[in-house]
């Protein structure tokens, strides 16, 4: 389900009738553009006319000759090119303060695009809807997918974009601005500069900026403005007094005509203000609310809550005013008063920033006790028109939370997964204990919320506070709900720490009580009994819990939920040694997943990973683990970040490298340990145990080998070791435990160790007898790893069956596989282990970090801007898996790379 958008955000704000032409400012503008920068920054104060610009820029961009046609040879400068700018299309934007979630941000900047080219980004806008929508990254990359291919030139503009207080979407922005085709122009309009490289890009020529001092109205321009626009007829020397007085500063040019209309002693007034924008806004206001009648200094003060305004919506505030909405709109909107059309059909509009800021702690001064009312009235239009996060800031602002709670729960779907976590997160955190503690569902949304950012620090605790709160509560079946729902978050919790047991008692507490319909959660922790019982080794039991998720997930569009249950199904298959039925429902799950996938679907990817690995496809495999890595890498507490290092580690290791190999899993315990990915560290531990033996230290083998119970592991060692009397013995007892569990797979590895050790023990028949049975279980599947990786005892005996006739075609090419093996790596070379690896410049701005360098001092010695360094030290971090510099130095250090 999701939410209704705001159409008025994608609109160009239409070019002022009268307006003032600025042709200095549009030809900087437009060079920036014929010098292929990047990025536009427009940032200067409130009310200096960046807006304005803007929309009178594009205007002329669309409609007047462009300075960017290419000239014939020889035909003049600049100034004197000519034609028409073929193709260009812009995509308008205008963010407020809710556009700090990024989901909501993305959300519309996407259909802001779709506005200039249609369809693009539609995989990832329906992503979005999902209740776990993909990383911001993972979405951007499916939009400039799309984009990249469009002819012609595309303008994105964000307006106000220091309404954004979020480092989420400042890094998506960044982003979008390191990889923009070069079609994408973007443009942003900014109080404050952003948080983005623009170090980086003024030094590399990308970035045009037009800041404060180039806003100003000049005198030439502030006597236009005044005559043409305000109707005065000043004096030169007046216009002068007055520009001097503002400093070109529009908004205040603008207060000041205002104050002026209608006055003889138009000297006198010019005299009678000075000083700081701050005095002369507060008094220029009052002089402007005093000379308007009584009823229309009430609507500007009681609509001043309202960020966008049309006629309804203001009827809605004012009930009993005598003048319509509409009309008053209008009539501002004439005269000049600081209010900015929307839409070209002039009903929606807004207030200028500044002039808004002003009302708003007007009304604070006189009116203090009717703005919780005027709140509820606009969160109750906001909610009849199905603009429900509109309700919901309206609602926390008049302070009624029962409202807030009741629009949070929604209709069918919470908000909090239709793009609302954010702000409702904000929200709650400014709330008393004591208030959430009287509406237990707040702590639970709290804790949904969380989760819902992938965050699971915290969850636990708003999980006790909303049991606790409810001790008291009446058992009826809303409550029972609750409980049930508090109880799925603990499943949630579970796991994220891979805890069987948690998960299966919280589980069996949360479908007692959840209600019956509550179909999509009831789903959800299906699929995680399915998980608990494969953690277990219970592979029946959780084969039918995924059949069962899947099938209802299915049938209610869940896709999330049908995408993991169909990952769980295909390990099962994989368990079963059913590669071609395993390969089948991975791709499944992919479709599931859709474009872009969400995190979980790196689970698909490592899957196919394994497959491919085992047909000795070792090409596709790592094509595989290199898509499921970035996706694994967004989720905060999962271990598949580990799993994918450890199968690059097994590639390396059958490539021959040994000491890539050593260096992934070196990185791989490290972080299974601080992470406490217990799970991890007996597979980590048998790769070990393979590397050791490769490289002819049985004694490290064998102590990686009995850190875990990993019986085939120690069967290994005791054959390098040449004790194949006692690998017998372990691999008889562990084929017998595989056997009576059903776990086909183990089965299979197990029988094709014991004719590799009969054939050691000197028992030639014995062990192409089990050969035998084993080719004939794996021929149907393609199985060819499984015997490759046993080495050459494996290809003597297989030599030997050819030579009797045993499964001719098969043990054929499974020869084959042999002899295209590489020699090991030479002891001593040395590989970059990291998935994304360290560029040149990253490596060495890393040594320097290790050497106790401060970020201003690898500045001067590599010549770099403050900015740049800080952003070497981000992807440094990030690839590294890291938070702070010692920890970075550390992982180096482990990794090998300093």
């Not at 409550?479 to 978050?489: E, K, M, P, Q, V």
């Not at 009831?522 to 959780?542: F, Q």
């Not at 001719?808 to 499974?814: G, K």
């Given at each position: 389900?999701?939410?209704?958008?705001?159409?008025?955000?994608?609109?160009?704000?239409?070019?002022?009738?009268?307006?003032?032409?600025?042709?200095?400012?549009?030809?900087?503008l437009?060079?920036?553009?014929?010098?292929?920068?990047?990025?536009?920054?427009?940032s200067a104060?409130?009310g200096?006319?960046?807006?304005?610009?803007?929309?009178?820029?594009i205007?002329?961009?669309?409609?007047?000759?462009?300075?960017?046609?290419?000239?014939?040879?020889?035909?003049?400068?600049?100034?004197?090119?000519?034609?028409?700018?073929?193709?260009?299309?812009?995509a308008?934007?205008?963010?407020?303060?809710?556009?700090?979630?990024?989901?909501?941000?993305?959300?519309?900047?996407?259909?802001?695009l779709?506005?200039?080219?249609?369809?693009?980004?539609?995989?990832?806008?329906?992503?979005?809807?999902?209740?776990?929508?993909?990383?911001?990254?993972?979405?951007?990359?499916?939009?400039?997918n799309d984009?990249?291919?469009?002819?012609?030139?595309?303008?994105l503009?964000?307006?106000d974009?220091?309404?954004?207080?979020?480092?989420?979407?400042?890094?998506?922005?960044?982003?979008?601005?390191?990889?923009?085709?070069?079609?994408?122009?973007?443009?942003?309009?900014?109080?404050?500069?952003?948080?983005?490289?623009?170090?980086?890009?003024?030094?590399?020529?990308?970035l045009?900026?037009?800041?404060?001092?180039?806003?100003?109205?000049?005198?030439?321009?502030?006597?236009?403005?005044?005559?043409?626009?305000?109707?005065?007829?000043?004096?030169?020397?007046?216009?002068?007094?007055?520009?001097?007085?503002?400093?070109g500063?529009?908004?205040?040019?603008?207060?000041?005509?205002?104050?002026?209309?209608?006055?003889?002693?138009?000297?006198?007034?010019?005299?009678?203000?000075?000083?700081?924008?701050?005095?002369?806004?507060d008094?220029?206001?009052?002089?402007v609310?005093?000379?308007?009648?009584?009823?229309?200094?009430?609507?500007?003060?009681?609509?001043?809550?309202?960020?966008?305004?049309?006629?309804?919506?203001?009827?809605?505030?004012?009930?009993s005013?005598?003048?319509?909405?509409?009309?008053?709109?209008?009539?501002?909107?004439?005269?000049?008063?600081?209010?900015?059309?929307?839409?070209?059909?002039?009903?929606?509009?807004?207030?200028?920033?500044?002039?808004g800021?002003?009302?708003?702690?007007?009304?604070?001064?006189?009116?203090p006790?009717?703005?919780?009312?005027?709140?509820?009235?606009?969160?109750?239009?906001?909610?009849?028109?199905?603009?429900?996060?509109?309700?919901?800031?309206?609602?926390?602002?008049?302070?009624?939370?029962?409202?807030?709670?009741?629009?949070?729960?929604?209709?069918?779907?919470?908000?909090?997964?239709?793009?609302?976590?954010?702000?409702?997160?904000?929200?709650?955190?400014?709330?008393?204990?004591?208030?959430?503690?009287?509406?237990?569902?707040?702590?639970?949304?709290?804790?949904?919320?969380?989760?819902?950012?992938?965050?699971?620090?915290?969850?636990a605790?708003?999980a006790?506070?909303?049991?606790?709160?409810?001790?008291?509560?009446?058992?009826?079946?809303r409550?029972?709900?609750?409980?049930?729902?508090?109880?799925?978050?603990r499943?949630?919790?579970?796991?994220?720490?891979?805890?069987?047991?948690e998960?299966?008692?919280q589980?069996?507490?949360?479908?007692?009580?959840?209600?019956?319909?509550?179909?999509?959660?009831?789903?959800?922790?299906?699929?995680?009994?399915?998980?608990?019982?494969?953690?277990?080794?219970?592979?029946?039991?959780?084969?039918?819990?995924?059949?069962?998720a899947?099938?209802?997930?299915?049938?209610?569009?869940?896709?999330?939920?049908?995408?993991?249950?169909?990952?769980?199904?295909?390990?099962?298959?994989?368990?079963?040694?059913?590669?071609h039925?395993?390969?089948?429902?991975?791709?499944?799950?992919?479709?599931?997943?859709?474009?872009?996938?969400?995190?979980?679907?790196?689970?698909?990817h490592?899957?196919l990973?394994q497959?491919?690995?085992?047909?000795?496809d070792?090409?596709?495999?790592?094509?595989?683990?290199?898509?499921?890595?970035?996706?694994?890498?967004?989720?905060?507490?999962t271990?598949?970040?580990?799993?994918?290092?450890?199968?690059?580690?097994?590639?390396?290791?059958?490539?021959?490298?040994?000491t890539g190999?050593?260096?992934?899993?070196?990185?791989?315990e490290?972080?299974?340990?601080?992470?406490?990915?217990?799970?991890?560290?007996?597979?980590?531990?048998?790769?070990?145990?393979?590397?050791?033996?490769?490289?002819?230290?049985?004694?490290?083998?064998?102590?990686?080998?009995?850190?875990?119970?990993?019986?085939?592991?120690?069967?290994?060692?005791?054959?390098?070791?040449?004790?194949?009397?006692?690998?017998?013995?372990?691999?008889?007892?562990?084929?017998?435990?595989?056997?009576?569990?059903?776990?086909?797979?183990?089965?299979?590895?197990?029988?094709?160790?014991?004719?590799?050790?009969?054939?050691?023990?000197?028992?030639?028949d014995?062990?192409?007898?089990?050969?035998?049975e084993?080719?004939?279980?794996?021929?149907?599947?393609?199985?060819?790893?499984?015997?490759?990786?046993?080495?050459?005892?494996?290809?003597?005996?297989?030599?030997?069956?050819?030579?009797?006739?045993?499964a001719?075609?098969?043990?054929?090419?499974?020869l084959?596989?042999?002899?295209?093996?590489?020699?090991?790596?030479?002891?001593?070379?040395?590989?970059?282990?990291?998935?994304?690896?360290?560029?040149?410049?990253?490596?060495?701005?890393?040594?320097l970090?290790?050497?106790?360098?401060?970020?201003?001092?690898?500045?001067?010695?590599?010549?770099?801007?403050?900015d740049?360094?800080k952003?070497?030290?981000?992807?440094?971090?990030?690839?590294?898996?890291?938070?702070?510099?010692?920890?970075?130095?550390?992982?180096?250090?482990?990794?090998?790379?300093?």
């Open positions: 389900m999701s939410t209704l958008m705001l159409a008025t955000k994608l609109y160009i704000p239409p070019v002022r009738p009268r307006a003032v032409l600025r042709p200095r400012l549009i030809e900087r437009n060079e920036g553009l014929s010098l292929g920068c990047k990025l536009t920054l427009i104060p409130a200096s006319g960046k807006t304005t610009l803007l929309s009178e820029w205007a002329a961009l669309v409609a007047a000759p462009s300075p960017l046609a290419p000239l014939p040879e020889g035909e003049g400068k600049m100034e004197g090119v000519r034609g028409k700018m073929e193709g260009v299309r812009v308008w934007l205008s963010l407020d303060e809710g556009d700090s979630d990024p989901a909501r941000f993305l959300t519309y900047l996407i259909a802001a779709q506005t200039a080219a249609p369809g693009v980004g539609e995989g990832a806008l329906a992503a979005l809807q999902a209740p776990q929508p993909p990383p911001a990254e993972a979405i951007l990359t499916a939009v400039l984009l990249a291919p469009l002819p012609g030139r595309l303008i503009a964000l307006d974009y220091h309404a954004i207080d979020a480092p989420a979407v400042d890094q998506a922005l960044a982003f979008l601005l390191q990889n923009l085709p070069p079609g994408l122009h973007l443009v942003l309009a900014s109080r404050e500069d952003p948080p983005l490289p623009l170090a980086r890009l003024r030094a590399r020529g990308q045009s900026e037009l800041r404060a001092a180039d806003l100003r109205f000049s005198q030439e321009e502030a006597a236009q403005f005044l005559s043409r626009v305000m109707g005065l007829n000043l004096s030169p020397a007046e216009v002068a007094a007055l520009e001097a007085r503002t400093e500063w529009i908004a205040g040019l603008h207060l000041a005509a205002l104050s002026m209309q209608g006055r003889t002693d138009t000297a006198a007034f010019i005299e009678a203000f000075s000083g700081s924008h701050r005095f002369v806004l008094y220029l206001l009052e002089e609310l005093q000379r308007q009648p009584a009823g229309m200094q009430e609507f500007l003060l009681r609509t001043a809550i309202l960020g966008r305004l049309c006629g309804p919506l203001c009827d809605a505030l004012l009930p005013s005598p003048a319509r909405g509409q009309e008053t709109l209008a009539w501002l909107e004439r005269a000049n008063l600081f209010i900015v059309p929307l839409d070209n059909e002039r009903r929606w509009y807004r207030y200028h920033h500044l002039f800021e002003l009302l708003r702690q007007r009304l604070q001064q006189q009116l006790g009717d703005i919780a009312e005027l709140h509820t009235r606009a969160s109750a239009w906001y909610e009849a028109n199905g603009l429900e996060l509109e309700a919901l800031h309206h609602a926390t602002a008049a302070g009624d939370v029962a409202r807030a709670e009741r629009l949070i729960e929604g209709r069918g779907m919470p908000l909090q997964f239709r793009g609302g976590a954010v702000p409702i997160l904000n929200w709650l955190a400014t709330l008393p204990a004591a208030v959430l503690d009287a509406h237990p569902v707040l702590w639970i949304t709290y804790a949904s919320a969380l989760l819902m950012i992938g965050q699971v620090v915290g969850v605790e708003k006790d506070a909303a049991e606790l709160a409810m001790q008291n509560a009446a058992p009826d079946e409550t029972r709900d609750l409980i049930g729902r508090i109880a799925s978050i499943v949630t919790v579970a796991v994220t720490q891979h805890r069987p047991e998960i299966l008692a589980a069996q507490r949360a479908l007692e009580h959840l209600n019956p319909a509550n179909v999509p959660v009831r789903a959800s922790i299906t699929w995680a009994v399915g998980y608990a019982r494969h953690l277990r080794g219970e592979r029946v039991a959780a084969r039918l819990a995924y059949i069962e899947l099938a209802i997930c299915e049938s209610i569009g869940h896709h999330l939920i049908a995408m993991m249950a169909a990952i769980g199904l295909a390990a099962m298959a994989l368990g079963d040694n059913q590669l039925q395993a390969e089948q429902t991975y791709r499944r799950a992919l479709e599931l997943a859709g474009d872009p996938p969400p995190p979980p679907a790196c689970g698909a490592l899957g990973a497959l491919y690995y085992e047909w000795n070792l090409d596709k495999a790592q094509e595989h683990v290199l898509l499921a890595a970035p996706l694994a890498r967004r989720i905060e507490t271990d598949r970040w580990v799993a994918c290092e450890l199968f690059l580690a097994r590639l390396k290791l059958t490539h021959g490298d040994a190999a050593a260096i992934l899993l070196a990185a791989a490290q972080t299974a340990r601080e992470h406490n990915y217990a799970q991890e560290l007996p597979q980590i531990a048998a790769v070990q145990t393979l590397l050791h033996v490769q490289r002819g230290d049985l004694t490290a083998a064998a102590r990686a080998a009995d850190t875990h119970p990993l019986p085939l592991s120690r069967a290994r060692v005791l054959l390098a070791q040449g004790d194949a009397a006692g690998a017998l013995t372990i691999l008889a007892a562990y084929r017998q435990e595989v056997e009576a569990r059903g776990w086909a797979d183990q089965r299979l590895q197990a029988m094709i160790l014991q004719a590799v050790a009969w054939q050691a023990h000197g028992e030639r014995k062990a192409l007898h089990l050969l035998v084993a080719l004939a279980l794996a021929e149907p599947e393609g199985f060819v790893r499984a015997f490759v990786d046993e080495g050459a005892p494996m290809a003597q005996l297989l030599v030997q069956a050819a030579a009797r006739g045993i001719p075609t098969y043990s054929t090419r499974l084959a596989a042999f002899a295209a093996e590489p020699p090991p790596q030479a002891v001593g070379a040395r590989s970059q282990p990291l998935i994304d690896p360290l560029s040149e410049r990253e490596l060495e701005v890393l040594r970090i290790a050497q106790g360098l401060s970020n201003q001092e690898i500045g001067a010695r590599l010549f770099l801007a403050l740049t360094v952003g070497h030290n981000r992807h440094i971090f990030d690839k590294l898996q890291v938070q702070r510099r010692t920890e970075a130095v550390a992982r180096a250090r482990a990794l090998g790379l300093v």
